[in-house]
């Protein structure tokens, strides 16, 4: 991925495997959903739990694609690494990327729509949710 917006290294550890000790696919989604917390709160400097908590905004999933290239093993440092795609009025699509010693095994990408926790509808993103998103596609002129 040129230029990611943020990345981690997540450890995959016992709970993400299945019996041959491979990354049960499912648990890809499990960790790039802590990516997107952790960048929203560590990154961008929006906590995630007060969004959801105090906010009662959320941003759930609406569409998913996966590709999985080459498996991921118990004991293996996954980096997953994350680019804005897009930036629409109520909407954020975002490419992951999971990569083990440099090399791809799984790519998604991932539409997110914000949402009223309240009533469950999809409401405009806050203020402060956009001018940071959009501060990082400023920054490296990526589409939005």
Same mark, same amino acid.
């Given at each position: 991925?040129?230029?990611?917006?943020?990345? *981690?290294?997540?450890?995959?550890?016992? %709970?993400? @495997?299945?019996?041959?000790?491979?990354?049960?696919?499912?648990?890809?989604?499990?960790?790039?959903?802590?990516?997107?917390?952790?960048?929203?709160?560590?990154?961008?400097?929006?906590?995630?739990?007060?969004?959801?908590?105090?906010? %009662?905004?959320?941003?759930?999933?609406? *569409?998913?694609? @996966?590709?999985?290239?080459?498996?991921?093993?118990?004991?293996?440092?996954?980096?997953?690494?994350?680019?804005?795609?897009?930036?629409?009025?109520?909407?954020?699509?975002?490419?992951?990327?999971?990569?083990?010693?440099?090399?791809?095994?799984?790519?998604?990408?991932?539409?997110?729509? %914000?949402?009223?926790?309240?009533?469950?509808?999809?409401?405009?993103?806050?203020?402060?949710?956009?001018?940071?998103?959009?501060?990082?596609?400023? *920054?490296?002129?990526?589409?939005?």
């Amino acid at each position: 991925m040129h230029n990611p917006h943020f990345s *981690k290294t997540y450890p995959v550890r016992f %709970q993400h @495997c299945d019996p041959a000790g491979i990354v049960y696919f499912p648990q890809y989604l499990v960790m790039t959903n802590w990516l997107v917390e952790d960048w929203f709160t560590e990154g961008l400097g929006i906590d995630f739990s007060d969004m959801i908590g105090r906010r %009662q905004l959320g941003l759930p999933m609406v *569409k998913l694609t @996966c590709e999985f290239t080459a498996p991921s093993r118990h004991g293996d440092q996954l980096t997953l690494a994350l680019r804005i795609a897009r930036l629409g009025e109520r909407s954020l699509t975002v490419d992951i990327e999971g990569h083990v010693d440099g090399l791809l095994r799984m790519r998604s990408q991932q539409i997110m729509v %914000q949402t009223s926790l309240l009533d469950g509808r999809s409401t405009a993103m806050p203020a402060d949710v956009r001018s940071a998103l959009q501060g990082l596609l400023d *920054k490296t002129g990526a589409p939005a």
